[in-house]
């Protein structure tokens, strides 16, 4: 039985992720904002670990331009995209389980700075957080020989009905965060299995929420909190944070939605009446509007890519890309003659654009 705060925040949390599901269902190529939505995930929970990567980082890398910050930085950042990806198609065939969360978890430290702490296998050997040994550390999970028995507790709760779909979540989250069954990126795939375990259970139809924001933003009390749980049963405190970030993060993410849309709706209007320039005619205008609508699936683009994509010629690409700087729709973010990268700046701008 919830007392009535926590059953209040509870319905606000439900009635928040119910508006953002609704809004995700109404979208035309919801999964192209869904992958942008990843993307600014990726680097939030990178950063909670201490990488610098940002967005504009990241949109470099992909496009094999150099980034601003270390390449492992990035390359984390990138291997949580593809992890959450994989997460999200494993769920089509296979419920939510440990098996999902080894593969998980593979994708994500393959290939990083933690790609020598076993990807894809829970640890066999003792590890702890904060201090240079198990004596000076902040918090020291459960031994090897009991994790096992852990994660097996753990995987039947998963699948147990005896709570609110979002307190289990809850519970669940802090549960894996203290068992900490990994050598390394505990911390991303227990933030990952919030929205995972959120498809799973049907409350989202695709995994639109991410709390990473608020976890950053509130990083000290996050921390405290999951200690508190463990040293003082605060399992209540606990949840009137998660629950109020859920909150938070939904009614965050449908107004972002929704500027989005409206700037799509904006621009594509701008895009389709230009006039006079370099651009003349109705399959000028035409093909205007096919660069502009790549632009937007894709977020940051090339002009070769992008020809051929488009099906037309390089020369066109670049004077419509020129139209469309004018417009204030793309900038130009290598400053080089070659190899330019062209970058949907208010998408990149509303992404970026985190309520105080």
């Given at each position: ?132 040994e198990p004596s000076a550390a902040t918090f020291v999970p459960p031994p090897p020989s009991q994790v096992p028995a852990a994660l097996n ?160 010629t390089k020369p066109t690409v670049a004077r419509v890309l020129q139209d469309l700087e004018k417009l204030g729709i793309v900038h130009e ?24």
């Amino acid at each position: 039985m919830l007392d009535a705060p926590l059953q209040r925040r509870l319905e606000a949390a439900g009635l928040a992720l119910g508006r953002l599901d609704g809004i995700g269902r109404l979208l035309p190529g919801p999964d192209e904002l869904l992958y942008s939505y990843i993307r600014k995930e990726a680097v939030l929970s990178s950063q909670i670990e201490g990488t610098q990567s940002s967005l504009a980082d990241l949109l470099l890398h992909e496009n094999s331009a150099a980034p601003g910050v270390p390449l492992e930085d990035v390359q984390e950042v990138s291997n949580y995209i593809a992890a959450m990806n994989h997460g999200s198609k494993l769920l089509e065939k296979l419920p939510l389980s440990l098996r999902l969360l080894r593969e998980v978890h593979e994708v994500l430290v393959t290939g990083t700075r933690g790609t020598h702490k076993r990807p894809g296998e829970f640890r066999k050997t003792q590890n702890w957080i904060g201090g240079e040994e198990p004596s000076a550390a902040t918090f020291v999970p459960p031994p090897p020989s009991q994790v096992p028995a852990a994660l097996n507790a753990l995987e039947k709760y998963l699948h147990a009905d005896q709570m609110p779909t979002l307190v289990k979540v809850g519970l669940v989250h802090a549960q894996f965060e203290t068992i900490h069954p990994f050598l390394d990126g505990n911390g991303r795939v227990g933030r990952m299995l919030i929205p995972l375990m959120l498809v799973s259970e049907g409350i989202l139809e695709r995994p639109w929420l991410y709390v990473s924001l608020h976890l950053k933003r509130h990083r000290s009390t996050y921390y405290d909190l999951l200690q508190r749980v463990r040293t003082h049963g605060a399992w209540e405190d606990w949840l009137d944070f998660f629950l109020d970030g859920v909150t938070a993060v939904a009614d965050s993410a449908v107004a972002k939605i929704r500027q989005l849309l409206q700037l799509f709706e904006t621009d594509r209007e701008a895009v389709a009446s230009t006039r006079g320039g370099s651009i003349y005619g109705r399959a000028a205008l035409q093909m205007n509007v096919a660069v502009y609508e790549y632009l937007r699936r894709q977020v940051a683009i090339r002009i070769p890519e992008t020809a051929a994509a488009c099906g037309t010629t390089k020369p066109t690409v670049a004077r419509v890309l020129q139209d469309l700087e004018k417009l204030g729709i793309v900038h130009e973010v290598t400053g080089k003659p070659k190899g330019r990268l062209y970058v949907y700046r208010r998408y990149v701008d509303i992404l970026n654009r985190d309520p105080s």
